[in-house]
């Protein structure tokens, strides 16, 4: 049991978003900086989160046929020059190592900032024929970007953790039915775990990923009205198979290249979801990826402590069969100190039990999101504190879908765009003729970007904001993190 | 479903080691090779391996109280530098990154050959008093250690995956009674679930870890005759502690210094389990590790396909229900072909059904170690296939378990001991004074070295094989890998 938080928050979401974010970050104890300049560590409540995340998404990979592997976390550069848009995209961002086992290398090694290169070399020795296609391989590892812009827990930190995951088809049909099934469980999993809503569309040709043909995302709005891009899923086409020699002989014993996608989930996400769902009391930790979901606090006094601590132990006991739960029996803390305390570390669920409870055969349910309390049977806990943490996750999804679409607005020409932009931030719908000047041009006049375009939607009555030709789509616009 | 491997081994276990061991890992698609020298690609059924030794290992240090964290992969020179011996036992092998971001770093950044130094430069401040005792962290994570001796997967690469566990306490008794628990945690993933026997005890001065006070290991022993060390713990007493401030208030408002320990399994052990089980056909794969634990074979000709093939698919969903199964219903291979194909992969039972076994309600187990077939009751079929397994698991474990005592020998002086060793290497206990001069004279005279020390053993009457004065303790010796 770690030792009693530093004092609470002491700046508010809606005043200083940066100071709060960096507040709730360290005073939850979910992540500190380090040594290494723009390298966060994990601390073990924010690392639980992640392993949450992991397991979800693991378990829908697998269920769809997706196998984990690991390749090496060095790229030698001649490789990573490979293929040319890709390098060009990542190189000035790349960690080299020079000097290994107290000598020169001839030849830098980079740090994988993504691992397409080094993966494609060794797989295309595996693939010969049809028959080993498709191969769809994921791996959850560490990569690092060499940002310069400042450093954020979660948010941007220059090592990260991801999946990335790599499929190789025969066709491009085959190929692009993966879209829907990855960006599918990527939706079930910020939805149904993190409790996010988003936007999910195609990026435009200047914001699609080094290498690919196509890049989809889902597209996350933060509290201080910038927008920030969530999972994605690339469309490689063969650009990469044909760089590095990804074929296979066909049916009809033709050589044929290989179709190819990526995609990915990283820890970022877990920074969007604490801005999203925290308060000015502190982290707000939604129930199915809090390390601790239910946290038990004894109300004593002299006479009847040891009484309730007894109870409260049998209590505990029945709440581990069925939650992540912990009984917070400290002796030097009052109850209010240790209200205070599990508040900033966001855990969903507290449940209180005095002496007058013991009596009535009841806790007290106390709900982190609302502050809302109630009395429930100590006979039927486990189902109403399953049933309050399944609440909570509903009015944290529910609060935050209300949020985004109040702060998504529409604008059909460019002063509008620019003036709806300055006045609220947030996202606006705005309509696109496709062109990339007409991209560039309201980049220009207000500082934000197409986000990406919403798929399915049916052509729009308005012309392109910045030229007025007919659009061919609503783009989501706005300032990005 | 891959393709159907290129042909089979063409080395034997007992003629050629090295070469065996390499086709075994290659030719079973557990592992290849990489753009990277001396770093290894771990194929989704190595990697599978090494997922199931996750689990299973963390759910029992979370069983304990050890919670996972992460912390950076880079390590800043100076910071490496803090505890001497520590870094003189790592400097040789680390990898250095020296640009980043486009320019040239003020300061090397080693990549993590072991997270000590950075670990313990953050928790520093996050202990304050008794409190916040014991704090017992660990990380899942890839390590980097430049080796120059020849590469092998699994057994020697130079990045590696691992655990390491670090923790600190408030006393030296607390932390000593750490030893057992985690000793006997990696014990019960070694034999319980790699099916692997081994030596524990204690390392002698010489070998132990770099900047700890005592080092605990568990020994294993190659086909070829080398011992080869498993897990391992470490006792740091206050080392590191007093080296980066870890200090806290204790009960009587006195400045104390903590206790630390650390603890490591890798993926090496994968390939001391793939060494010592498989055998001339190929890999074996314990069943409760192994990717596919049951492959269903169909038997078909012209006549039957048809419904064997419909039959066959109602079991496999049947057997899905239990195990990690695959139905192998490729029709452009001979049912010989596929066999040969499982057995070269390790997937420890295969099941045969054909047309017969369709009449009979039959179908047929062959076990992978011993080639063993029997009829079983499709009616019973899941608790037949779960029985097997478990006899297949505690065959290899006992056949392991033999070999390792028939080569473990005794000797009781310096002559003898040469001799043994030169004629059947394997493991030899020898009495030993516990004098450094004579732990290094055994190891000119030989070529070995003292593996470790058995625990809890007598003092044995005879004298040191050394120099003849009284042996504390009788010492495991052997050529190591």
């Known amino acids: 049991m770690s030792k009693p938080s530093q004092e609470g928050m002491t700046v508010k979401k809606g005043e200083n978003f940066d100071e709060w974010y960096t507040q709730v970050i360290l005073k939850a104890e979910l992540a500190d900086y380090s040594p290494v300049s723009g390298c ?3 601390r073990p409540s924010g690392y639980a989160i992640w392993e949450n995340v992991q397991n ?11 196998t984990n592997s690991y390749f ?3 790229i030698p550069e001649r490789l990573l020059k490979k293929e040319a848009e890709h390098v060009q995209g990542f190189a000035p961002e790349v960690a080299w190592v020079t000097q290994a086992g107290g000598s020169e290398l001839e030849e830098r090694l980079a740090i994988r900032p993504t691992s397409e290169t080094v993966m494609y070399e060794v797989v295309s020795k595996w693939i010969r024929s049809w028959r080993d296609l498709p191969l769809r391989l994921n791996q959850w590892n560490n990569v690092v970007r060499w940002e310069f812009r400042h450093p954020t827990p979660f948010l941007r930190s ?14 491009r049909e085959e190929a692009d039915a993966e879209r829907d099934e ?10 149904e775990f993190m409790a996010l809503p988003g936007y999910m569309g195609r990026k435009t040709k200047s914001e699609t990923f080094a290498g690919a043909e196509a890049t989809y995302s889902i597209e996350h709005l933060l509290p201080d009205g910038k927008a920030i891009q969530g999972p994605d899923w690339h469309s490689d086409g063969q650009n990469f198979s044909k760089a590095f020699d990804i074929s296979f002989v066909d049916e009809d014993g033709e050589k044929q290249f290989a179709w190819q996608n990526t995609w990915a989930i990283s820890t970022r996400e877990i920074g969007v979801m604490l801005a999203v769902h925290s308060d000015d009391r502190g982290a707000i930790i939604p129930p199915k990826l809090s390390a601790v979901q239910v946290v038990l606090v004894p109300i ?3 006479e009847n402590k040891e009484a309730v601590l007894a109870e409260s132990r049998k209590l505990i006991e029945k709440l581990k069969g069925h939650f992540r739960a912990v009984l917070d029996d400290r002796d030097h803390l009052t109850p209010g100190r240790k209200f205070n305390e599990w508040e900033l570390k966001g855990v969903p669920l507290r449940v209180e039990f005095g002496p007058r409870d013991m009596k009535e055969r009841q806790a007290i349910l106390v709900r982190r999101d609302t ?3 109630r009395a429930v049977r100590l006979a039927e806990i486990a189902k109403e504190v399953a049933g309050e943490l399944e609440a909570i996750h509903g009015s944290l999804f529910e609060r935050a879908t209300k949020a985004l679409s109040e702060n998504t607005r529409d604008a059909g020409t460019l002063p509008e765009l620019k003036r709806v932009l300055a006045k609220h931030g947030g996202i606006v719908r705005v309509p696109w003729c496709g062109k990339a000047e007409c991209e560039a041009k309201m980049r220009e006049a207000t500082g934000g970007k197409i986000l990406n375009i919403p798929m399915d939607q049916k052509q729009p009555k308005a012309g392109c904001a910045a030229c007025g030709a007919d659009a061919i789509s609503l783009a989501n616009f706005g300032k990005s993190y």
């Open 182 to 191: 990855v960006m599918g469980i990527y939706r079930r999993i910020t939805e």
């Open 56 to 66: 979800a998404t693991d378990s829908e990979f697998k269920r769809v046929g997706i």
């Open 158 to 171: 220059r090592e990260f953790l991801w999946n990335e995951g790599h499929s190789m088809f025969a066709t």
């Open 40 to 42: 966060m560590v994990f």
């Open 371 to 373: 502050g809302g309390k």
């Open 300 to 302: 004593v006094n002299d």
């Open 72 to 74: 090496p976390i060095f």
